[in-house]
């Protein structure tokens, strides 16, 4: 039995781009898989039970989400991402609204609306992934020192951290000393508004750098 799926692309290089990503999902005990690259589109030809098609067809259906999501965020004028998708382009969970103001402190007009991240053109899709990861290092690293801070305060060090260059540690610590945060044994939550307190301490640290 064969089954024959379409997916499109915008050129012959994004085609190509797409028939190496789809190439790479596991085909479980499928037997045989034929590719071709024609009008932009891939097509894919899968023969096999009724079971093992339906396996690789859901297979290659979720890797064309994460491909268009990946492509719509390096090389589209649509900057659009569902956090979903963002969450497995990184492979981690990561501080959604952290994310969102560290963009906001580099000058990207970013914002979340509902499930999705809404990005201007001129940001960089690997960027983006690649702030998210370390933001999500920085989570990783403080849940294990204080796993029960509250959501805001781990978004507060997290974000906080990341623009001065710190780790979380240093980050919370500094957060406490300015008065930021308030630490309760494993309890830590924010004085203030976390976003209002993220921006006032970041422009407190360029003026004291210009001036010095």
């Known amino acids: 039995m064969n089954t024959r799926l379409s997916f499109h692309c915008r050129n012959r290089d994004e085609c190509l ?13 499928t037997p045989f898989i034929a590719l071709q690259v024609r009008n932009n589109t891939v097509n894919i030809t ?5 079971t093992e098609e339906k396996l690789i067809k859901n297979n290659l259906a979720e890797a064309y989400k994460e491909w ?9 004028s649509n900057k659009v991402v ?3 998708e963002l969450m497995k382009l ?8 952290a994310l969102v103001e560290v963009l906001k402190l580099r000058g990207v007009a970013a914002r979340k609306e509902g499930e999705r991240l809404i990005l201007p053109p001129n940001i960089k899709g690997d960027e983006v992934i690649d702030i998210a990861i370390k933001l999500s290092e920085l989570l990783q690293e403080l849940n294990k020192l204080k796993p029960k801070a509250s959501r805001t305060a781990k978004q507060l060090i997290t974000a906080y951290s990341f623009a001065v260059g710190l780790n979380c540690e240093e980050g919370l610590n500094q957060l406490e000393n300015r008065g930021a945060l308030k630490v309760d044994g494993p309890r830590v939550t924010p004085s203030g508004e976390w976003r209002s307190l993220l921006r006032k301490l970041i422009g407190e640290n360029v003026g004291m750098k210009s001036e010095s």
């Open 17 to 29: 781009d797409l028939a190496e990503h789809l190439s790479k999902i596991k085909k479980g005990s």
């Open 46 to 50: 899968v023969s096999g039970s009724i």
């Open 68 to 76: 268009k999501s990946a492509v719509g965020l390096n090389k589209g």
């Open 82 to 84: 569902t956090l979903r």
């Open 90 to 97: 990184t492979g981690k969970p990561f501080p959604v609204d």
